[in-house]
């Protein structure tokens, strides 16, 4: 729906959020300025799961098919013993997923993802500003000061500018660090094709699986990417990194040491692995609020729900609140009820999304228990499979899947809140 005013918006930050709401506000009919400090567009990173919930946000826009030539849609969920791989649940996904919620659940590269939001930004004429660091900036006029001196104003400003936000600072007129979690990620990218000539790993290489080890104080998420040609490993693990530092090279040893009770096939993969990086996970601390009293800035993303990977929806949160807004500023008739609008999407948004960062730091506690009688009392629950409200596999539990997944974004954008 294409807004009876046409604003000119400026959009701090190129990540997945910023990208879709980039895309969103332009076929909402908005002119889009999109200011970024790399100085290409582009992504780093390896594997990212996007659930259904934000699959169907992409066949909204187009992009479907695109999307389906890069992902992989994995056939189940398992939970997993850490010591011998035992499969204490399963949450069947094929084809559950796509018959139930309209949508299919993918793994797919976070670059190929990046580069598919950046090519939908191009072909919708997104001016993109390379290169750009915001130094400063007045949120009631709005505008942003770059540090080349630089002026940019504009009649909204989203800012959708990560997890270290300056601008969400700005917004609380305060410093706003993000917070230790206690955990970190290795992560690892492995050619499937090596693994199938091993007899102990070819299963994992051969049908697409999301595959959960959960043991003492961490966990191992492992999926196929790239046409099953990938396998995909991150293992959370306490945070053992120096104060300052937040990304760094696994020393020698330091996996292996670490997983060496666990499941053989586990420790085949990590002997096949190479040049190990462990990034530091952080969250961000729940806001009062995410729009300035002005109504011309709104905070997008992780600037105001950093969460933990634990339920594997910080980037659908992302995508999902750049669907809303888009949806919210397609009904906009004067430029005098922007502020208006952006109260209405963080009412919208910002309980949901609270919901979802309270459950992924649930499941830290649910995947990391140490042998003994909770991890047993766990155990026995899955294996017995009567599923109910807090069930510890959280994709098997009816009640909360259909919250997460069946969340239509374009609906709640398209309502206004007035369905509620």
């Not at 700005?170 to 706003?176: A, E, F, G, K, V």
């Amino acid at each position: 729906m294409a807004s009876a005013v046409s604003l000119d918006i400026i959009i701090v930050g190129a990540g997945l959020g910023g990208l879709s709401a980039a895309i969103a506000a332009r076929l909402a009919g908005h002119s889009v300025r999109l200011v970024e400090q790399a100085h290409h567009l582009g992504e780093v990173g390896a594997g990212i799961q996007v659930p259904p919930n934000a699959s169907r946000i992409l066949g909204r826009w187009g992009l479907a098919d695109a999307f389906n030539q890069v992902s992989v849609s994995p056939h189940a969920l398992r939970l997993r013993s850490y010591s011998d791989g035992k499969i204490l649940s399963e949450q069947p996904f094929i084809p559950m997923v796509q018959d139930t919620y309209g949508a299919p659940y993918c793994n797919v590269h976070r670059a190929d993802y990046h580069n598919l939001l950046v090519d939908k930004c191009r072909s919708l004429d997104v001016t993109v500003l390379l290169d750009s660091h915001v130094h400063t900036a007045d949120l009631s006029a709005p505008s942003i000061t770059l540090l080349n001196g630089t002026t940019l104003t504009s009649d909204l400003i989203i800012g959708a500018d990560g997890l270290k936000s300056k601008l969400r600072a700005l917004l609380l007129n305060r410093p706003s660090p993000p917070y230790l979690t206690g955990d970190l990620a290795y992560r690892i990218l492995i050619s499937a094709s090596l693994m199938r000539e091993d007899p102990d790993l070819a299963e994992l290489a051969t049908t697409p699986m999301f595959n959960i080890w959960m043991g003492p104080r961490a966990h191992a998420v492992c999926y196929l990417l790239k046409g099953a040609q990938v396998y995909n490993i991150v293992l959370c693990c306490p945070d053992n990194l120096p104060e300052d530092v937040n990304i760094a090279p696994a020393a020698p040893g330091e996996l292996e040491s670490f997983f060496a009770s666990w499941d053989p096939r586990l420790q085949k993969l990590l002997a096949l692995s190479h040049d190990v990086s462990k990034w530091r996970l952080q969250n961000s601390r729940q806001l009062e609020t995410w729009v300035h009293d002005s109504g011309k800035f709104t905070l997008l993303g992780d600037s105001c729900h950093a969460t933990l990977p634990y339920l594997a929806q910080g980037a659908a949160m992302a995508i999902e609140d750049g669907a809303v807004l888009g949806g919210l500023l397609g009904k906009l008739q004067r430029k005098e009820q922007l502020g208006d609008i952006l109260k209405i999407y963080e009412s919208l948004r910002k309980a949901r999304t609270e919901r979802v960062v309270e459950g992924s730091t649930h499941q830290q506690d649910v995947f990391h228990l140490e042998d003994g009688e909770k991890q047993r009392e766990r155990d026995e629950v899955l294996l017995k499979d009567e599923v109910k409200p807090g069930f510890p596999n959280k994709w098997r539990d009816d009640e909360f899947r259909d919250w997460l997944f069946g969340y239509d974004a374009f609906e709640e954008g398209g309502s206004g809140g007035r369905r509620r």
